[in-house]
């Protein structure tokens, strides 16, 4: 009988360490998301390797947050740096939806899934339009979840970005994505896209030396080490944007 439990033990320590095993694969497959980049597009073999490897790690009950999290991370980052062609964006982007919906119904304080899941809806609404945006109630979606979350930088963006219906919606509003724009950048002044969007804004206010002030902050900031590919991509749209600025005033 023994023999028999300790029969047992081992094959639910192997069983655990499986899929930890894959947990691990897939955390140090993320952590190195940008090497063998080609320019600011990642290595797809990498990418497809920690999506499997988190998707096997789900199955373990005792990681399947921590799994859940890094599946839902890691196709968000393929979304965004991994090439496709443009005709299958918007099928790739259903399911980035519909994967990072299920994910936070299953997780709604895991702060990481609800940025990535607001983050897929506003992207989704700002694609589909005003109509569709309208029917399935993106903004209060989006709202309620970044909220939720004290998501500040999805929370202004989606201000920025979602269709505006004048008399039948009151929120977006760029009034508040200024506030939380705002409020991002002062939590967190090392992400770059603080800066990108807060400048962005600031273009659309027709407040170019302000747009022009962000824009050199963001710059100076340089590429975080964790954040190589992102942070690269920050860069090159704050210097094309700087571009645009310049290009605008030069004609005045």
């Known amino acids: 009988m023994k023999h028999f439990f300790a029969t047992l033990f081992l094959l639910a320590a192997g ?3 499986y899929a930890n095993e894959d947990l691990r694969i897939a955390d140090s497959c ?3 998301r940008a090497e063998r980049a080609k320019g600011d597009k990642a290595d797809p073999k990498n990418a497809r390797l920690m999506i499997d490897h988190y998707l096997k790690a789900m199955s373990d009950s ?4 921590r799994a859940t999290e890094g599946y839902v991370k890691s196709l968000f980052f393929s979304f965004r740096f991994v090439h496709f062609e443009t005709h299958q964006r918007k099928a790739k982007l259903d399911s980035l939806k519909a994967i990072s919906e299920t994910a936070y119904m299953q997780f709604p304080k895991n702060k990481e899934i609800a940025h990535v899941y607001a983050s897929a809806l506003s992207m989704w609404g700002n694609e589909r ?3 569709t945006s309208v029917k399935d109630g993106v903004a209060a ?3 309620d979840v970044a909220t939720a979350a004290e998501d500040y930088q999805v929370l202004g963006r989606a201000h920025f970005v979602l269709p505006y219906v004048p008399l039948i919606l009151s929120w977006p509003d760029k009034k508040l994505a200024d506030k939380y724009l705002n409020m991002a950048l002062q939590r967190d002044p090392k992400d770059i896209y603080n800066y990108y969007f807060m ?3 600031r273009f659309d206010q027709k407040r170019y030396a302000d747009a022009l002030n962000l824009i050199d902050r963001g710059l100076s900031r340089g590429v975080r080490t964790n954040y190589f590919l992102e942070d690269k991509r920050g860069r090159w749209q704050l210097k094309e944007l700087q571009k645009k600025i310049n290009a605008k005033l030069d004609k005045k």
């Open 15 to 17: 069983a655990l360490g």
């Open 62 to 65: 005792t990681v399947w947050e």
């Open 30 to 32: 993320y952590a190195a």
């Open 141 to 143: 979606k989006v709202r």
């Open 129 to 131: 339009g005003a109509l």
């Open 199 to 201: 400048a962005e804004l």
